[in-house]
């Protein structure tokens, strides 16, 4: 766990000053990263909740480091983080189930048209 932490210290310090990116934007930015990387690697669309339970899950494994790296809680800090980690994730599958649930009217066919007649779903 030691070695996990000498590793994840720098890196982390190395990260924002390369980008010269806020600490805010970075956890926006990884949010995004893991939704899709999870997207891609449980092939789970992104109105399902896999992709974001994974943004979740690294959120707050990122925080646990953080405590451990510091010695302590920095709750306002942490809180802070984890809320710019899985805000627009959850933004995104939240909208995307919204338009699964309410699809637009001019896509779907007349009600009256037979089922062979139907245009494929998309």
């Known amino acids: 766990m030691e070695s996990l932490l000498e590793f994840y210290r720098p890196l982390s310090t190395q990260i924002g000053m390369e980008t010269g990116a806020s600490d805010s934007l970075l956890h926006v930015h990884g949010g995004l990263f893991i939704l899709f990387l999870a997207r891609i690697v449980t092939r789970r669309s992104l109105a399902t909740w896999t992709p974001l339970l994974c943004v979740i899950a690294v959120a ?63």
């Open 60 to 122: 707050a494994a990122k925080e646990i480091a953080d405590r451990i790296a510091h010695g302590a809680w920095r709750f306002p800090d942490s809180a802070f983080d984890f809320l710019n980690t899985i805000f627009w994730p959850l933004v995104l599958m939240l909208g995307l189930r919204w338009r699964r649930a309410h699809p637009d009217p001019a896509t779907r066919p007349p009600p009256d048209t037979p089922p062979e007649q139907e245009e494929p779903a998309r």
